[in-house]
């Protein structure tokens, strides 16, 4: 049982650029979240899911796109990468609603 | 819209030493209350939360929470700290409706001298 898997580990980015950062959750969790961290911040949602096929706007969405075809996966897409964007990025799951968040070990992102 | 307020952004403190960590949200309403912990270069893990029933919640590694609602806070509190606490803690309440979303505080960095 991996839990949260995120692809890649790290990652920089020339301005304008993109790419799609994976996430794939291995415990058929319905619930699942893409959150981004800058330092001193704390955590903002970017975009959220309540199940396949269901998608939403979280706090911070413009610049990002997701989808969600399968339970497992959620994929989240950058589009014109700009420097606003470098940041560390997190998914995570949840089985139920208000039920404990497992998170994967995040994707540092550098947008230069 | 909901908010949570970490009022110490550093805490220091000697090895055994007891520790709180304050969180204050801002909503009058029910909600559920988290505290996540985050080792460094790692994702966040759930130390404990607070659905409903007693106020006072335990956790994993011998942490724990009171909830009061009156003063709309849900401090973290450990008796006698070690070196390896040393971590970033973030409080969260999650936002009335059926989407389970969280809202984070600022995160509280533990730093454990020995």
Known sequence: NAGVTQTPKFRILKIGQSMTLQCTQDMNHNYMYWYRQDPGMGLKLIYYSVGAGITDKGEVPNGYNVSRSTTEDFPLRLELAAPSQTSVYFCASSETLYNEQFFGPGTRLTVL | AQSVTQLDSQVPVFEEAPVELRCNYSSSVSVYLFWYVQYPNQGLQL????????????????????????????????????????????????????????????????????
């Open chain 2, 47 to 114: 130390l404990l939360k607070y659905l409903s029933g007693s106020t006072l919640v335990k956790g994993i590694n011998g942490f724990e929470a009171e909830f009061n609602k009156s003063q709309t806070s849900f401090h973290l509190r450990k008796p006698s700290v070690h070196i390896s606490d040393t971590a970033e803690y973030f409080c969260a309440v999650s936002e009335p409706g059926n989407t389970g979303k969280l809202i984070f505080g600022q995160g509280t960095t533990l730093q454990v001298k020995p």
